[in-house]
């Protein structure tokens, strides 16, 4: 398929690279040029703008940072409207609101565009290796037309409602991210400050019900206290914000998930936005004397 690809980040290059190995015609483009060097030198064409990129395109794939990023790459100077023709499919893979998901689909839909919200999690090594879960809404029909593209990105490919439910979805998956980095990061710090055997700890502990992907894959950065990227910290900041913000308009507190955010906000202040999000484990560590 003819697809177009906007926002060359952690993510976005090997995501495109997966689209270049499938087979599909790549168009990209990325706010900073340069980003779209190593998918030329693949075979991919390279686009001045949005509205560029998007003119041949049978789909569009949107993953970028944010709400404002997202509105400006689709509805600002020389975005997509400008530039799709009717008929396109548009797929944000960014994590965004809701809300401003929906409005955004409202404005294509004007233009004859439509649009699905897929989020993914599974952080650099999923969209590195392929498996990533997308989490997809919008109309059925047009999810059925994406997944030959999704299908490249990803391994786990869930069609969850009408559009914005993707959104909603990403934001319950960082809830529970959260939650599970913080405990991981709280029973690690115990086993730390009765100077158990570690190795043994996170043998014995892996391999029961307390078992999961964060404690297999985030275990040895807490531990060493050194967080290599995976997923920046302020990003996942940034996605427990939307969730709190969505929780918020239908009325549900969320106090573990409001944790989790202020010591994120505290730790970026000190500079630490850009690592690994397991990094919250410093927090623990200060508080605990580690």
């Given at each position: 398929m003819k697809v177009a690809f906007i926002g060359l980040g952690t993510m976005g290059i090997p995501m495109a690279m997966n689209l270049l190995a499938a087979g599909h015609q790549l168009t990209v483009h990325n706010r900073s040029r340069d980003r779209e060097l190593p998918l030329a030198e693949a075979g991919a064409q390279r686009a001045d703008t949005p509205a560029a990129a998007a003119a041949a395109a049978e789909i569009v794939i949107i993953c970028v940072s944010d709400t404002p990023d997202v509105e400006a790459v689709v509805l600002g100077p020389e975005g997509i409207i400008s530039g799709a023709q009717p008929g396109t499919l548009v797929i944000d893979m960014s994590t965004i609101s809701p809300t401003a998901t929906r409005a955004i689909a409202t404005q294509l839909a004007a233009q004859q565009i439509t649009m699905l919200d897929a989020p993914v999690s599974g952080?650099?090594?999923?969209?590195?290796?392929?498996t990533l879960?997308?989490?997809?809404?919008g109309d059925?029909?047009?999810?059925?037309?994406?997944?030959?593209?999704?299908?490249?990105m990803g391994k786990t490919i869930t069609h969850v409602g009408p559009i914005g439910a993707g959104q909603t979805t990403k934001a319950i998956n960082q809830i529970v991210v959260a939650g599970t980095f913080w405990a991981v990061a709280e029973g690690l710090a115990l086993g730390l400050k009765a100077e158990l055997d570690m190795e043994k700890v996170v043998q014995a502990v892996g391999g029961g019900?307390?078992?999961?992907w964060a404690f297999t894959n985030r275990s040895g950065n807490m531990l060493d206290n050194t967080y290599p990227l995976g997923f920046r910290m302020r990003l996942h900041r940034k996605d427990l914000l939307i969730a709190l913000q969505t929780a918020r308009?239908?009325?549900?507190?969320l106090p573990m998930a409001a944790y989790v955010e202020q010591i994120e906000s505290g730790l970026i202040s000190q500079g630490f936005g850009d690592e690994d999000m397991s990094a919250i484990a410093r927090s623990l560590r200060e508080m605990g004397g580690i």
């Open positions: 952080g650099s090594e999923g969209a590195k290796n392929g879960s997308i989490m997809v809404g059925a029909e047009q999810f059925t037309k994406a997944m030959p593209v999704l299908q490249a019900a307390a078992g999961s308009e239908l009325g549900l507190p």
